[in-house]
């Protein structure tokens, strides 16, 4: 488990045949650093436990402008300001568009 963390608690469906299983979580897992353990036995009970770390980042990233929304610019050349985050993954910059009135304005180095 992350450190820091506490343990979750969720609830499985799970379905099970003679070589493998698979589940779904019963809810939504939380976005950020998660780790499933697996252990089985087999009929000798010798056992063995895998476990596998993962990160879940369902939510897009944080965006504030300046000014904002309904502002009055004083001015035909404003400065606009895009602030934005994520803070599981982290933000794809090269992936801002701009569009004025509905046309792409964007131009990227």
């Known amino acids: 488990m992350p450190a820091g963390r506490a343990p979750s608690t ?6 099970v045949g003679a070589a493998s299983a698979s589940f779904t979580p019963a809810q939504d897992i939380p976005d ?15 056992s063995v436990t895998a476990s596998l770390a993962f990160r879940v980042d369902a939510s ?5 402008l300046d000014p904002s929304d309904g502002s ?12 934005y985050s994520d803070a599981v993954t ?20």
């Open 72 to 83: 009055t610019a004083s001015s035909g050349r404003p400065l606009f300001t895009v602030r």
């Open 90 to 109: 982290g933000v794809k910059p090269e992936s801002l568009n701009v569009e004025v009135d509905g046309t792409d304005v964007t131009a990227h180095d």
């Open 32 to 46: 950020g650093e998660h780790v499933y353990s697996f252990s089985i036995s087999d009929r000798a009970t010798n």
């Open 60 to 64: 897009g990233p944080e965006v504030t």
């Open 10 to 15: 969720f609830s499985l469906l799970l379905e």
